[in-house]
């Protein structure tokens, strides 16, 4: 849906957005510099630039201009953004010359709405794209001194038509002197994440005239199905599907279903669904999806004679699929690095009494269709892995518990995917006390890793400690004083940060051990920008946190195993009040729970508990209305 052009502007409304649309002389979108830096002729050496906009997919050679600033009849920009196919180029003058900042694979020209935010600071340009994973290149610092006498901003142009741009534009912002991203990230849009959007594209959208109708018959194909997800691309963009199960109808836009109209549900009780028997004792679930093979689930087994076990989602239950070696098992970790599928194990014990421990990584096999031994790191009672990405690298964090069986103050390590050898390699390593569990999480532009530290030796009232990146590697950045931490749980409620522990039991120096204590629940203050207290609830040595939601509903689910006489206790689901927190609302009857997994298929949605008490793991199936 269009308005009409003004001074060869166009509004347009698409995918639910407004945007202006560039179609006449650029040189009607221009304007001197000195109506913007009115009282100091220098473009400021730090600063943001935050834009919106919509661009449908772009040819091999074609470049277009977001903007332009240039020096008097020059056609050379003083600063400038550039699109061209999947790349996005900043453009500047400095130190007497001029160069190209080009990111890659940002994959902006979909003819999707996106949110950018691009930040100069000191020697980093750092690119930001829908409030995800920011992109960083290193280069020299911006000029303090870049005259803008007498120069131009064109918008959606070098001046000339060639280059003019042809996609939407929602809304471009300069912000001097910091990175914008904090001030519209995280967002429940992030694709249209605003910072300043024009009044105009604010309003309700446009009703086309009378006129105007009938452009075409308002018609589309309906398809009905029982949750199974109908294809939608080019050659269905425009079709209606009808999902019985989650009573919802749905719109294809070439690209994805967007939602019409869909009743929302809410968890109305958990029922058994099924008794999973595995080898033995599971301290850890990992659930994980395979394209186009389907729903896995690995199970971190205690029997070092049996070995571990990988289950596939097969008939609304999970089938044994293939059993791997382990030896003490604490943890699984699937992650990815590109197209290659991986599954890390943490071995808690050595295979012959006396040797080195080892973790492995299985690369899982296309044609063999199962996880291969790819390649073995040497690990020191480890009890956890966890896999995340910094801009286009990505990392494995192994939390080690202790070295021999006293040790506790030992190195964790992060290794770094090498893609010439095509192995990981020590990046990093970080001295920890006890470690249980690494949680990985990002805020803004800025990467986070947080440890659980459990023991030193001699007490469990010790810190566990956030770190932060800086610099090529992380450095402390918070420590929060914990009882036996067990496992960290980071969540996002609209524009809020949480951080939630579980505590597993209370050991002091005198030697008294309490099980029945808090775990607390942590929110990251923007005053203080430090994660602050929010709300204790009172656990049973606590061992893992689960976060999922149902319809509009949050929901944290505790792994409550021991009270110091039973093992056999309720493990609880809280759902969040806003104001009042999280209250209890279902109260699920457990054997030593040690692990939560949420996960979703066709047929709804579940959550799986392993016990580290039996060879039993259940799957719980949540009922909605």
């Not at 031994?373 to 966890?386: F, I, V």
């Not at 006390?433 to 990467?447: K, L, M, N, R, S």
Request: with cysteine; glycine share 6%; proline share 4%.
């Amino acid at each position: 849906v269009s308005g009409r052009a003004q001074d060869g502007i166009r509004m347009v409304q698409s995918r639910g957005a407004r945007g202006f649309q560039f179609s006449e002389s650029p040189q009607l979108f221009s304007f001197p510099a000195s109506q913007l830096f009115i009282n100091c002729i220098f473009f400021p050496a730090e600063f943001s630039i935050v834009v919106t906009l919509k661009i449908p997919q772009m040819a091999p050679e074609k470049s277009e201009y977001i903007f332009t600033l240039l020096e008097g009849d020059s056609d050379e920009p003083l600063l400038g953004l550039r699109l061209s196919q999947n790349k996005f180029h900043f453009l500047q003058k400095g130190h007497g010359s001029r160069k190209r900042i080009t990111f890659k694979a940002v994959g902006l020209d979909d003819n999707r709405w996106h949110t950018v935010v691009l930040a100069v600071t000191g020697r980093y340009t750092i690119l930001t794209v829908d409030c995800g994973t920011p992109l960083e290149e290193l280069a020299r610092p911006f000029p303090d001194n870049l005259d803008t006498t007498g120069s131009t901003f064109f918008i959606a142009s070098r001046r000339r038509w060639n280059g003019l741009f042809s996609g939407l534009i929602r809304q471009l912002v300069l912000l001097p002197g910091s990175d914008a991203t904090s001030q519209i990230c995280p967002s429940s849009e992030p694709r249209l994440s605003a910072l300043s959007v024009p009044q105009a594209l604010l309003h309700l959208p446009i009703k086309p005239s009378s006129t105007d109708l009938p452009l075409h018959p308002y018609e589309a194909e309906v398809r009905v199905t029982a949750g199974v997800i109908p294809l939608c691309g080019n050659s269905e963009e425009g079709q209606l599907w009808f999902n019985t199960l989650k009573r919802g109808l749905f719109l294809c836009d070439g690209i994805t279903w967007l939602n019409m109209l869909q009743v929302k549900e809410k968890l109305d009780y958990v029922e058994d669904h099924q008794d999973l028997f595995t080898n033995s004792e599971t301290f850890d679930i990992e659930v994980f999806h395979i394209t186009s093979v389907g729903l896995f689930m690995a199970t971190a087994n205690r029997d070092s004679n049996l070995g571990s076990g990988i289950y596939k989602w097969t008939d609304g239950r999970f089938e044994r699929y293939q059993n791997i070696s382990t030896y003490d098992a604490q943890a699984w970790q699937y992650f990815t690095v590109g197209k290659k599928k991986f599954l890390v194990v943490a071995n808690c014990r050595s295979k012959d009494a006396g040797d080195q421990e080892q973790s492995v990584i299985y690369k899982w096999s296309s044609r063999k269709l199962k996880f291969i031994r790819y390649q073995t790191l040497n690990t020191h009672s480890a009890r956890d892995w966890e896999a995340f990405n910094i801009q286009d690298e990505t990392f494995l964090a192994v939390a080690n518990h202790r070295q021999g069986n006293r040790n506790h103050n030992i190195d964790s390590v992060i290794y770094k995917w090498n893609p010439v050898t095509r192995f990981f390699e020590v990046n990093q390593t970080i001295p920890t006390t006890g470690a249980y569990d690494w949680e990985f999480f990002t805020i803004g532009p800025y990467y986070f890793l947080a440890v659980a530290n459990t023991f030193n030796g001699r007490s469990t009232v010790i810190d566990s400690t956030i770190y932060i990146w800086l610099g090529g590697m992380f450095q402390p950045y918070q420590f929060i004083t914990t009882f036996g931490a067990i496992d960290w749980e980071m969540f996002q409620i609209e524009n809020r940060v949480f951080l939630a522990v579980a505590n597993s039991q209370m050991l002091t120096e005198e030697g008294k051990i309490l099980y029945s204590i808090n775990s607390t629940i942590y929110e990251l203050s923007m005053t203080s920008q430090t994660f602050i207290k929010f709300q204790d609830i009172e656990t049973n040595s606590a061992l893992d946190w689960e976060y999922f939601t149902v319809g509009d509903d949050k929901f944290l689910v505790v792994a409550n195993s021991y009270d110091g006489n039973s093992y056999s206790l309720n493990s609880v689901i809280y759902r969040w009040q806003g104001y009042e927190g999280f209250i209890p609302v279902h109260r699920l009857s457990t054997n030593g729970c040690r692990d939560w997994e949420y996960f979703n298929t066709t047929d709804g949605s579940y959550l799986i508990y392993s016990s580290a008490r039996a060879a039993l793991s259940k799957v719980l199936k949540l009922r909605t209305i």
